[in-house]
């Protein structure tokens, strides 16, 4: 069974602190990205990786960063958290083919950042 | 950049009727996905249409691409309340397979 993990379903961290979302898929996928879904916004897309070391923009990529040092892992992290990033925060992977094919989502981390 | 908008963003329908959710972009998309996000959980996927005007069905469920691939839509006869949740498009943001999601419509059927 194909599998996405997220590290944690719920986290709560302070305002300042730097923090960590992990991210692992065991489908030898090349693709993998973060996204964060609030309420009337839809799913936005923060960072993406096609390779190992390889690491793409997304539409929001401001207060966020992200590392891929192995295929199967690819994590977010916010440098100084902020109450606006307190959001349900989903990481997905797909195959890389040259043209988008489907993406597997891992159960999503709600972090609240008071 | 390339935007994918989805309408309507709510839809309350009672049992039995139908729905339709519509995605639009504003490029050219090579191919589009479906996803169905339940409450609570995270998005699936559903289909992928490639081909310029295709229809693809999955029991209730119609998906179309069209012809120019610029839009798509979801079509879903007779609801139950087992179809609540929110669909979403997505379509393909460039050359490695980034995906661009819609913001999504949120489907509540009434018993």
């Known amino acids: 069974d194909v599998k996405v993990t997220q590290s944690s379903r719920y986290l709560v961290k302070r305002t300042g602190e730097k923090v960590f979302l992990e991210c692992v898929q065991d489908?030898?996928?090349?693709?993998m990205f973060w996204y964060r879904q609030d309420p009337g916004l839809g799913l936005r897309l923060i960072y993406f990786?096609?390779?190992?070391?390889?690491?793409e923009k997304g539409d929001i990529p401001e207060g966020y960063s992200v590392s891929r040092e192995k295929k199967e892992r690819f994590s977010l992290i916010l440098e100084s958290a902020s109450t606006n990033q307190t959001s349900m925060y989903l990481c997905?992977?797909?195959?890389?083919?040259?043209?988008?094919?489907?993406?597997?989502f891992g159960q999503g981390t709600r972090l609240t950042v008071v | 950049g390339q935007q994918v908008m989805q309408i309507p963003q709510y839809q309350h329908v009672q049992e039995g009727e139908d729905f339709t959710t519509y995605c639009n972009s504003s490029?050219?998309?090579?191919?589009i996905q479906w996803y169905k996000q339940r409450p609570g959980g995270h998005p699936v996927f559903l289909i992928q249409?490639?081909?310029?005007?295709e229809v693809k069905k999955q029991k209730r469920l119609t998906f179309q691409f069209g012809e120019a691939k610029k839009n798509s839509s979801l079509h879903i006869t007779a609801t139950q309340t087992t179809d609540v949740g929110t669909y979403f498009c997505?379509?393909?943001?460039?050359?490695?397979?980034?995906?661009?999601f819609g913001k999504g419509t949120k489907l509540s059927v009434k018993p």
């Open positions: 249409l490639v081909k310029s005007g």
């Open positions: 489908m030898d996928h090349e693709n």
């Open positions: 997905a992977s797909s195959r890389l083919t040259g043209q988008a094919t489907e993406a597997f």
């Open positions: 997505a379509g393909n943001g460039g050359s490695q397979g980034n995906l661009i």
């Open positions: 990786s096609y390779d190992v070391k390889m690491k």
């Open positions: 490029t050219t998309l090579s191919n």
